[in-house]
């Protein structure tokens, strides 16, 4: 079973992106071990001085490089990256995690086309494996995750599930140049 590390891009309670990552989890349940992880408000500020690094960052380069892949699920603030997740991914960038790691990156926002657009240039500088065709914008994503029960409608579980199969695919092809399609 392939492990996955899943990074919400935002530490709201009840969020949408946390919602969907757990109904990603619970959907995958017998192909991909999820482990959300739920340190970013933790995280301290990028210091790109600091030769050692803080625990809690160790702690997220071990859990990033022990993942076969990555899924981050995240909103877009005022057009942007949300700050604590370009944080977090700043961490790695010098240490390397993402480099040829398949990464999925959705974006459930309210429109979410700036901030996406935004952390796929990132993702692709940092060399994460086929961002490019694992990615997904879900817009108006209040509208389409239930707040209390976590439901999400069914469009929009097709079209993840149907993200998820090419990511497990991208996944079991290694690190040889990926010819998924
Ligand atoms: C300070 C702030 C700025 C926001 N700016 C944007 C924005 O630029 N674009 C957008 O699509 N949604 C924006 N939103 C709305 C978020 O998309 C929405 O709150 C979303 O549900 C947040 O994700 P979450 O449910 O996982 O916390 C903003 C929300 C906040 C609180």
Excluded: Q
């Amino acid at each position: 079973m392939k492990k996955v590390l899943a990074i919400p891009g935002s530490i709201r309670a009840s969020s949408s992106n946390f919602l969907l990552l757990r109904a990603i989890a619970e959907m995958m349940a017998a192909t991909l071990d999820v482990v959300i992880y739920d340190g970013l408000a933790g995280l301290p500020h990028f210091d790109p001085g600091v030769v050692d690094a803080p625990a809690a960052v160790a702690a997220f380069r071990g859990m990033l490089r022990a993942a076969d892949g990555v899924i981050i699920c995240t909103p877009e603030y005022a057009h942007g990256v949300p700050g604590s997740l370009k944080n977090a991914i700043d961490w790695t960038v010098a240490s390397c995690e993402f480099s040829g790691k398949p990464t999925v990156l959705i974006t459930a926002s309210t429109d979410g086309r700036f901030g996406h657009a935004a952390l796929l240039e990132t993702l692709r500088v940092i060399e994460a494996r086929d961002v490019d065709r694992l990615a997904l914008l879900i817009p108006f994503v209040r509208s389409k995750i239930d707040a209390i029960s976590g439901v999400v409608e069914p469009s929009t579980l097709a079209e993840v599930r149907a993200l998820m199969e090419v990511f497990v695919r991208t996944m079991a092809a290694g690190s040889a140049p990926s010819t998924v399609e």
